[in-house]
């Protein structure tokens, strides 16, 4: 049975660093793209970053240059590194797998993991 895990979330001050990880299991994610997403309260969920089978890459303009998106098929593990974090990323992080076999982002996404918090706050 496939499921997506999430882990990493915590509370920061502003300006430090977090990494999350998305576990796959019971699923070989290879060939799927994996998305991270976030929802704040009170806002519509957002996609944050995209990484296809092909190791190409996208972020939204709101986290670009301070966010990274990175694989290990081997760990069949997704990563996000968040650096210069800001209060505005305060949310439910959420990482989700592409419905389609080699499918390139944006794309849609049909499983996803329960979801870590981040909280950055002074």
């Known amino acids: 049975q496939l499921q997506l895990m999430e882990s990493g979330g915590g509370l920061v001050q502003p300006g430090e660093s977090l990494r999350l990880s998305c576990k796959m299991s019971g699923y070989s994610l290879n060939a799927y793209a994996i998305g991270w997403f976030r929802q704040a309260p009170g806002k519509e969920r957002e996609e944050v970053s995209c990484?296809?089978?092909?190791?190409?890459?996208t972020y939204a303009d709101s986290v670009k240059g301070r966010f990274t998106i990175s694989r290990d098929n081997a760990e069949n593990t997704v990563y996000l590194q968040m650096d210069r974090l800001t209060p505005e990323d305060t949310a439910v992080y959420y990482c989700?797998?592409?419905?389609?076999?080699?499918?390139?982002?944006?794309?849609?996404?049909?499983?996803w993991g329960q979801g870590t918090q981040v909280t950055v706050s002074s």
């Open positions: 990484i296809n089978h092909g190791f190409l890459t």
């Open positions: 989700a797998r592409a419905r389609r076999i080699l499918s390139t982002c944006p794309t849609e996404f049909g499983s």
